[in-house]
């Protein structure tokens, strides 16, 4: 299914679900990140690795420094 990357705002048919966005009068939507570009580019963590309690907020990955 093609979707909006909501970081470069290209269409994409290999999305990944990175996050929820909440609404105040309704139901939420999923965010997607374009793959690998932009999910690489700002290490933006997929929603299938968030841990179960998570609210579904955006989450970065950050790397240890060598």
């Keep these: ?9 290209q ?4 999305p990944v679900s990175v996050g929820v966005a909440q609404a105040a009068s309704g139901p939420g ?5 374009c793959c690998p570009a932009c999910k690489r580019r ?3 963590m997929p929603l299938d690795r968030y841990p179960p309690e998570s609210p579904g907020e955006i989450r970065y990955e950050f790397y ?3």
């Design 42 to 44: 700002y290490r933006i």
């Design 29 to 33: 939507r999923v965010i997607h990140a």
């Design 11 to 14: 269409k994409t048919d290999e």
């Design 64 to 66: 240890a420094a060598d």
């Design 1 to 9: 299914m093609t979707q909006t990357c909501a970081w470069c705002i």
